[in-house]
Nanobody, 127 residues
Framework: QLQAYGGGLVQAGGSLSLSCVGSGRTGSRYSMGWFRQAPGREREFVAAISWSGSSTYYGVSAKGRFTISRDGAKNTIYLQMSSLKPADTAVYYC??????????????????????WGRGTQVTVSS
């Protein structure tokens, strides 16, 4: 099971950090990631990280502004978001790829590559 924390309201240009704790055994070898979904829109890939933390992947909207990291000992991933824009307003979901492919081998990371999802956390960026 996954539990996300850290959503909230922030002004444009500000920063916010999300975290997601997995309740599985620590050291489990699976990639984890973040997606987001705004009202009326499809769920969008934000960022992902390999089980070791050595590989990270970012969606177009996140590159240069967001940073994903992982603490294997705590079974936790983090998403540090900066230079936030109103367009970043969405529900952010944490996900794990327990049985999915090596994310480094897929042409585009999709929701179908992840098989375990947490409840989302709302991020609202005011203008």
């Amino acid at each position: 099971q996954l539990q996300a924390y850290g959503g909230g309201l922030v002004q444009a240009g500000g920063s916010l950090s999300l975290s997601c704790v997995g309740s599985g055994r620590t050291g489990s070898r699976y990639s984890m990631g973040w997606f987001r979904q705004a009202p009326g829109r499809e769920r969008e890939f934000v960022a992902a990280i390999s089980w070791s933390g050595s590989s990270t992947y970012y969606g177009v909207s996140a590159k240069g502004r967001f940073t994903i990291s992982r603490d294997g000992a705590k079974n936790t991933i983090y998403l540090q978001m900066s230079s936030l824009k109103p367009a970043d307003t969405a529900v952010y979901y944490c996900a794990a790829s327990l049985y999915g492919p090596d994310l480094g081998t897929v042409p585009q990371i999709r929701t179908t590559h992840f098989d375990s999802w947490g409840r989302g956390t709302q991020v609202t960026v005011s203008s």
